[in-house]
């Protein structure tokens, strides 16, 4: 549930398959055309280790409650503990996303995948490079396969909602933003990412890191979540800019993540709408499930079941429900 403001969604109008021969165009007007997004989903060691040690120096205490497979040494856990306030001392409360040197950490890890140590040949900073290869044969020897497996084990089941019910939700979700979603999306799964938001999505290159380890992106809220992620790889960028557009039009400022409380439902209701289709019933949009809207969009609520509503069912035009939006007084007053 993180903010990306690269714009990279293309036009709605550019064709998705500029060499399909007619008879592929006939029956595509008849069946949902195949999601093109890919979802290239990675369980990198480096990528973890990282996200691990930024998690627990994020939360004081925590490497010494952690379930090592095997225990390590008093030897190994001191030098656990010297990465651990390194990450504290170097990058403390710095922006995963927004952080410019964390996040090419982040893009410099993406090359590693199957990287163990070495970490100074990924054009690291020296200090953080040393403290990575220190910390690498601890996590290897103790946690890595445990976690991998955790890892490994989310993405099958990822995979595998994404093969059923990718293709219906891509385009529902393009009309609805009137925006197209990059080709291919890199999806670096870790057990925690250290954020108190969960997820996290940059671009360019597009890249999401989302956390296997936590239970409200398990299950089918794990197909709902990647989607969401995505959004922010560029259609979610759009659909900020043409309310900050409309609102400045209108002699205002936006209203604080009216955008991302649109994102959320739209997201939401797609992913559960395609579900009951094939039978699956029951199922809870994650900002319903986990508080989301109560806690920090509880002013939005009501527009988003009315107003935007209206446009998620193909009712009225994407313009024409963010000025609905932005025309009510209750968003006039919002500041979540």
Known sequence: MTICRFALALPLAASLHAGA???AAEVAATTP???TLRFEF???FLMNLHHFLVDAARHPGRI???SWSVPPTAAELATMHEAVAFYASSFGNRDLLFDDELRDIKHALAHADDARQRAGGLGLPAALAAVLDRAAPIYARCLWTSQDRVNRDWIVRVQGLQARYGAQIQPRLERIFEARFPPSIRDDVVVTTGTFTGAYTDAPPPQTVVPSGWDEYGGLASLEMIWHEAA???PGDQLEALIESEAHAMGREPPANLWHAALFEAVGVTVSDVLARDGVTGYMEYADKNGVYKRVLSSYVPLLRSDWAAWLAGRGS?????DAMLSTPRVAAAAP
């Open 64 to 66: 010494d409650t952690v």
């Open 318 to 322: 994407l313009k024409g429900a963010v």
């Open 33 to 35: 055309p195949a999601a």
């Open 42 to 44: 990675h369980s990198a």
């Open 21 to 23: 021969t007619a008879g």
């Open 232 to 234: 922010h790889a560029g």
